[in-house]
């Protein structure tokens, strides 16, 4: 069965950077893209990227540009998001999600708190 | 950007009613868009996908249709296991934009 594992919670100093992987298992990791979706406590989603699973190319949120990076490793299925200059309004929930393009599945979400 | 308004933002209805909620994009998407259910403290799940197609194993009383920019989701029956708040979700461009979201509670 499908399924996307992501790594745990995280807690961040404002500007720190934080890495979120998202291990896929089940399918054919290089069939579908992956996209990000954030979402901040008591707020709605908020698309944050996609990234092909074939050859990894992205389309960013216009608003994380120069802060957002999205790789892919193709070996172990597992597709990562790094986000760097943390600020209080990146604490969230982190989801990744396979994109089909509807978001058919997805991880189990990653907590990011970013605090001083 | 795509701007997606969703409305109502919350709503308030008894069991076996019938809920409506309405998306409309600010350009025509044609039929990409989906709707997702999320419960408290759980990742979104996919409802309906290309509009008005219901993604397997979801249950028949919850359905979608429109095209272009408006579209409506609707539960035929509202049930005690559907309070939940529900997204729609436009993919035709990047960035694939969120409406803001439908809170559903039981009255």
């Known amino acids: 069965q499908v399924q996307l594992v992501q790594s745990g919670a995280e807690v961040k100093k404002p500007g720190a950077s934080v890495k979120v992987s998202c291990k896929t298992s089940?399918?054919?990791?290089?069939?579908?893209?992956i996209s990000w979706v954030r979402q901040a406590p008591g707020q709605g989603l908020d698309w944050m990227g996609w990234?092909?699973?074939?050859?990894?190319?992205?389309n960013y949120a216009q608003n994380l540009q120069g802060r957002v990076t999205m790789t892919i490793d193709t070996s172990t299925s597992t597709a990562y998001l790094e986000l760097t200059s943390l600020r209080s309004d990146d604490t969230a929930v982190y989801y990744c999600?396979?994109?089909?393009?509807?978001?058919?599945?997805w991880g189990q979400g990653t907590l990011v708190t970013v605090s001083s | 950007d795509i701007q997606m308004t969703q409305s109502p933002s919350s709503l308030s209805a008894s069991v076996g009613d019938r809920v409506t909620i309405t998306c409309q994009a600010s350009?025509?998407?044609?039929?990409?868009l989906n709707w997702y259910q999320q419960k408290p403290g759980k990742a979104p799940k996919l409802l309906i996908y290309?509009?008005?197609n219901l993604e397997s194993g979801v249950p028949s009383r919850f359905s979608g249709s429109g095209s272009g920019t408006d579209f409506t989701f609707t539960i035929s029956s509202l049930q005690p296991e559907d309070i939940a708040t529900y997204y729609c979700?436009?993919?035709?461009?990047?960035?694939?934009?969120f409406g803001g979201g439908t809170k559903v509670e039981i009255k």
């Open positions: 290309d509009a008005s």
């Open positions: 999600a396979r994109d089909v393009p509807g978001l058919d599945y």
């Open positions: 990234i092909s699973g074939y050859n990894g190319d992205t």
């Open positions: 350009q025509d998407i044609s039929s990409y």
């Open positions: 089940g399918y054919t990791f290089a069939t579908y893209a």
């Open positions: 979700q436009q993919y035709d461009n990047f960035p694939r934009t």
